[in-house]
């Protein structure tokens, strides 16, 4: 994936958390990697806030950091935001309140990554609290891991997402084995200056295309005359 793609998917983010909290939020990307599913839950602490959804066929994850959610439940309740919040689980009272920051962040990711990959806009599954819980993806799966820092009028967090690594591969295999395209009818008859080391000449495209290892172009000039 593009390093630019994934940065524009964070400044949507951003924006829209900006617009639901009425708070300075920054989310940008600071690390793309691909690594196995198990070795992500593994550099996730707990408590955690993991929700899954579909992506392409598969399923992704979305992890953030208990301390943002915490920051945007004393939000809509009445409180500022900007305090900073120690990460502890979220309780059932204020899970609502986390499935909707997961949902407005997938949205966001969904709309800013749409030219690379097909996300869902919403949770498919409830949410894990704990590293433990978060089994939605083979352990052994190879992962793309969007890593994004947040920052701002909140406290200083992490956002990831997970998406299938495979899906990206298809991609590529895809664009590297599309068959080259003909030319069409008219091009052959178009005239291509070649240019020699020791001599020019000017031949028609159809005869450049039908040029095959080991033949010879004859040159306008003898052997001996001047470049």
Not at 201 to 224: H, M, N
Request: charged share 20%; aromatic share 6%.
């Amino acid at each position: 994936m593009d390093p630019g793609e994934a940065s524009h998917a964070g400044t949507r983010v951003g924006e829209a958390l900006t617009r639901w909290l009425q708070l300075d939020i920054r989310v940008e990307c600071v690390a793309v990697e691909t690594q196995r599913y198990q070795a992500f839950l593994g550099s996730l602490a707990s408590p955690c806030l993991v929700f899954p959804f579909a992506c392409g066929g598969q399923s992704g994850a979305l992890a953030i950091d208990p301390a943002v959610v915490l920051a945007a439940v004393d939000r809509v309740l009445g409180g500022t935001g900007k305090s900073r919040f120690v990460a502890r689980t979220v309780t059932s009272v204020e899970m609502p309140i986390g499935n909707r920051f997961a949902a407005c962040a997938l949205q966001a990711f969904a709309e800013g990554l749409s030219d690379v990959v097909a996300m869902a806009k919403e949770p498919s599954g409830a949410a894990a609290l704990h590293v433990r819980q978060a089994r939605f993806v083979g352990p052994e799966r190879k992962c793309l891991v969007l890593t994004y820092s947040v920052a701002g009028d909140v406290a200083e967090a992490q956002i990831q997402v997970v998406l299938p690594a495979m899906l990206f591969q298809a991609k590529g295999n895809s664009e590297t084995n599309r068959p080259a395209v003909a030319p069409p009818p008219s091009l052959p008859g178009v005239g291509v200056e070649v240019a020699a080391r020791m001599a020019e000449t000017t031949i028609t495209l159809a005869d450049l295309l039908a040029l095959e290892r080991g033949d010879v172009v004859t040159l306008d000039a003898e052997w001996g005359d001047p470049p």
